[in-house]
């Protein structure tokens, strides 16, 4: 038998205690293009971060050859003959391909030409046609992956990972990429391929790897697999046991229209994508990475901006509304609670008081010319007891909150500011079972109480348990909707991939 | 001077008017094939509009007013042109729109009665009647500008002098309660409110007790047409076509209109239709397109079949279709009658019916 080139076994890796990928065992073949697919979520990029030397394992062993590794730092990993291409490429802009492709091997004295004159040969030997001397920031999607794929073999490396590769590319350019790929594998080299697109990985796969929930569910060859295969693989949990274990069995009747997004443009992210939402329910929106979800409703949000020219239209109760900055959208009664807790949600030094304070005024700009610590202190409590946040007291700082309670903290703040439309990223991502509970019911009782409620998530369980009408997005816009009664897993995982 | 400068950069940057959205058939508007999958009901030379007296279905078809008792028609009216509307009065009689250049009560105590011009103008396009509990009529007048038949050339025109009349059959007064709508097509009395479809606008609007235009519904993805009781409370609403991008583009290119509507025939115009999918000669209807290797269906809708069923305030409930791929388009009428729901696809000149129960169970169930 073949000794793999790198294996993993019984790898285990966890985040605040909570596992991300737990007992998976992985073998890259030699020469072998290996596909990983699976929801977000499912671990794949923590798998190949493990071997690229992004994180380390928590338990397990990481072989390479046969020999035990355990590669701490990207840069061990590369001697080692591993390289990743993430999905943002790692390059530097402002420099010329050739210092890109040399950088870190710099010497004391470095002639340009010698590095231009190298970079082109060693370019011309991959037959990647791109000139050295362009700069990064110039170059398209494709030639920015080529330069990246020829960094990577330069480095000596045996084992190339990239990360969503043809999600930016153009039909061309991914035609182009799996040639690069095939060329690759021609010279020895191996190849791990997270995708999205199961097309892809029909197409230019050895071997096809489903993972789900961090564990891997089935490797098997590419013969043996079609799409309704890695569809179930992907999506068949046994939830009987969870929170999830309920199916929803009424759903709440739509109020009126509070919200319309037509034909919305945002760069290449969101393309022309239409939804409604309604008041007085939960509409729950899934899709993959890079399906436009969240950048819509930033869209909506006011976070980030829509095309100038023909951007489409966003109305609030019939009335068109285009906020360049979130705070006159949340007058407007229209919040946005992020995914990204600790980068967006809250100021980490301040206190709990502080925070939802902060989120108060927001909402009442201008007409409030002093800060009034009283009120500060009794807004704090209110939406403290409210949301159930657990800390010794509202002048605990928030960075030394669980993240349960910080989650709880970064809806407090939106709440405080009486939103009309709430729209929920993530809102459970890294948060204890009990805190999704409390979430859980916190979402509902708003719905109840006749506000129009989105939740983005990205855990299908998720969206159903929660939602009364589920919009699924793929490749910018929303392209299925369902009932919360008809829908199922396999419906929904199929409408966003195909 | 702002405005016009805001209108010269929103044309040049595609935002405001000049943005050319459209609202997505979602939520309770989300597509399904009811009405594609209805029974056919009656098919019939030239129907026009239905009523009912919450026993017979009464069917406008030419110039006769036919009563369906079960699947037996029998003709109930004759007139001397064609009938563009039709209502059941509530003590008796008929009242009929003919070739929408007048109104004439037929049977009943005002037999005979007619008025062919309302506030000193005279009538064009009368293209819906409805008869209030006091026998009042409340009759839409689609456009001053141009005859019943012509209500493309109207919405390319960019129409708007449509109106809503009441008339007393009793009294044989008639006023005019507004004018200058964007197609005033379908009307109905909604408690002390008259409720008026504006088609071109896209919405219901409503007059009386201090509202002057209020919109009940807004920004609908289609042309909304007549408007008839539901049984237990609310309204059915019609909906002749759906709009698209295409046309919505179309519209705001007067160059462009006023050559086609010059040079092309009406059957070919780029514009909302009630029927397609008849000549290769049409704006394309049915397509596909190839994505990731794999055909992919994409049909902009020329024409579409749809009734809303829409809450006493107007929320739409749910929704019956037909949809671009279907054949039951141009759906202008809707009745409901004992349990079931007829509606008159103009575009094949059919009637289906469809169990309101059934419906339901499967909609909000």
Known sequence: ?498 | MIDALRTLTDQFLGRGAAAITVPIFDGALKPNQFLEQAETFAELEAPEDLATDGTSLFVADGSSVLRYDGDLATTVAQVDGRITALAILPHGGLAVAIDGTEVRVVGGAHDGRSWSSVAGKPLSAANAISAGGDGRLLVTDGSQAQPYDRWCHDLMSLGRSGRVLEIDPAGGGAREIASGLAYAFGTIAAGNDVWVCESWAHRVLAYGNGKHGAPVVSRLPCYPSRLAPAADGGYWLTAFTCRTQLVEFVLRQKAYRVRMMKEIDPRYWIAPALTSGNTFLEPLQGAHLKMRGIHKPWAPPRSYGLVMRLAPDGLVRYSLHSRVDGKNHGIVAAVECQGTLFALAKGRRRIVSVPVADVERRLLS
Do not use: W
Not at chain 1, 343 to 351: A, D, H, P
Not at chain 1, 402 to 413: D, R
């Open chain 1, 1 to 498: 038998m073949t000794t793999p080139i790198v294996e993993l076994r019984k790898a285990t890796k966890k985040y605040a205690g909570v596992p991300a990928i737990e007992e998976v065992d992985f073998a890259l073949l030699p020469g072998e293009i290996h596909t990983l697919v699976g929801e977000n979520g499912a671990g794949k990029s923590t798998l190949t971060k493990v071997m690229a030397g992004v994180v380390a394992l928590t338990s397990g062993q990481m072989l390479i050859e046969g020999r035990e590794v355990r590669p701490e730092t990207p840069v061990q990993a590369l001697h080692l003959g591993i390289a990743m291409v993430f999905q943002e490429t790692s390059l530097v802009p402002t420099m010329t391909v050739a210092q890109n492709l040399f950088l870190g091997q710099e010497r004391f004295y470095n002639r340009l030409r010698g590095i231009y004159i190298a970079a082109q040969q060693f370019l011309q030997t991959l037959q990647f046609d791109v000139d050295p001397a362009a700069t990064v920031s110039l170059l398209g999607a494709a030639k920015k992956q080529m330069v990246e794929i020829a960094r990577a073999v330069l480095h000596k490396a045996t084992v190339i990972i990239f990360d969503e590769p043809t999600a930016s590319l153009t039909p061309e350019e991914k035609k182009y990429f799996f040639d690069l790929v095939v060329n690759l594998k021609a010279r020895g080299v191996s190849v791990i391929f997270i995708s999205h697109a199961l097309e892809e990985a029909l197409l230019i796969s050895d071997r096809i790897t489903v993972m789900r929930d961090g564990k891997v569910v089935v490797t098997d060859r590419k013969e043996n697999f079609d799409r309704a295969r890695i569809v179930q693989a992907m999506v068949g949990r046994d939830l009987s046991q969870t929170l999830y274990g309920q199916r929803k069995t009424t759903v709440r009747p739509a109020g009126k229209r509070v919200l319309s997004v037509e034909n919305l443009r945002m760069a290449a992210m969101v393309k022309n994508n239409s939804l409604s939402v309604f008041a007085g329910q939960i509409t729950g929106v899934f899709g993959l990475v890079g399906s436009g979800r969240t950048e819509t409703f930033k869209v909506v949000a006011g976070v980030i901006k829509r095309d100038i020219m023909y951007g489409g239209e966003v109305l609030l109760h019939d009335k068109p509304v285009r906020y360049l900055v979130p705070a006159p959208a949340v007058r407007d009664g229209i919040v946005y609670v992020t995914e990204d807790r600790k980068l967006e949600g809250f100021f980490e030094t301040k206190s709990i008081a502080d925070n939802i304070y902060l989120g108060f005024l927001a909402k009442v700009r201008g007409k409030r010319k002093l800060v009034s610590k009283r009120e500060a202190s009794d807004v704090g409590e209110r939406l403290i007891k409210r949301l159930n946040i657990r800390a010794i007291s509202k002048d605990v700082k928030a960075i030394e909150l669980s993240g349960g309670n910080q989650q709880k903290l970064v809806i407090a703040k939106s709440l405080v500011q009486e939103p009309e439309v709430i729209i929920f990223d993530e809102p459970t991502r890294g948060v204890d079972v009990n805190a999704i509970t409390e979430i859980h019911q916190l979402i509902n009782r708003l719905a109840d109480e006749g506000k129009a409620v989105v939740v983005i998530s990205s855990y299908l369980p998720e969206v159903m348990a929660l939602s009364d009408r589920i919009l699924v997005c793929r490749m910018g816009k929303v392209v299925e909707e369902f009932s919360a009664l008809e829908a199922t897993e396999e419906k929904i995982m199929y409408a966003a991939i195909h």
